[in-house]
Structures are given as C-alpha cells and as structure tokens.
C-alpha cells in the first residue's frame, strides 16, 4: 500500500467516525426525562442508553486512533522515498 492510499484510508476512517458521533442517538438522553421511557425502570434505560454512547464514542476514537496510525506510516513511506531520490540523484 503507498502513502496515498493510506491518507485515503485515513480520511476515511476520520469520516466514519464523524459520521458515528453526529448519528442521533449521540444527543438522545438530552431529549428525554422519566415520561419519556416506558416501564418500571427508566435508571436501567438512561444507564444502558449512557453504557452505549460511551461504546460509539470508543469506537469513534479508535478509528481515529487507526487513522493516525496510517497517517504516520504514509509519512514514514514519503521519508523512505524522499531518502532514496536523495541517494539516486
């Protein structure tokens, strides 16, 4: 894979996890109180909807995580080509 491939992979995993954190149900329990959730429990409903944000916001920051890997491996391969026009010219 080249360096260019690997900044595509990275931007595209960066959207993905913009994509994740501006889905709906990230703002969810702002629009909710205890009417809003049906049945006896609606802590259990807050604390399961709280449990799953904290998942996707998890699964955002690995992806960028993985894009910033990427992005520094396509530094490290632009390096490693720079050197070798540098030796051959």
Same mark, same amino acid.
């Given at each position: %894979?080249?360096?260019? +491939?690997?900044? +595509?992979?990275?931007? !595209?995993? *960066?959207?993905?996890?913009?994509?994740?954190?501006?889905?709906?149900?990230? &703002?969810?329990?702002?629009?909710?109180?205890?009417?809003?959730?049906?049945?006896?429990?609606? %802590?259990?409903? =807050? &604390?399961?909807?709280?449990?799953? #944000? #904290? #998942?996707? !916001?998890?699964?955002?920051?690995?992806? *960028? &995580?993985?894009?910033?890997?990427?992005? =520094? =491996?396509?530094? #490290?391969?632009?390096?490693?080509?720079?050197?070798?026009?540098?030796?051959?010219?």
């Amino acid at each position: %894979m080249n360096a260019n +491939q690997l900044r +595509q992979r990275a931007r !595209h995993l *960066r959207e993905l996890a913009n994509a994740i954190e501006a889905l709906a149900v990230m &703002s969810l329990e702002g629009h909710a109180d205890d009417d809003t959730w049906r049945g006896p429990r609606p %802590m259990l409903c =807050r &604390s399961t909807l709280g449990t799953n #944000q #904290q #998942q996707l !916001h998890a699964a955002a920051d690995d992806l *960028r &995580s993985h894009a910033h890997l990427f992005e =520094r =491996r396509a530094a #490290q391969l632009d390096a490693i080509a720079a050197s070798r026009v540098g030796v051959a010219g």
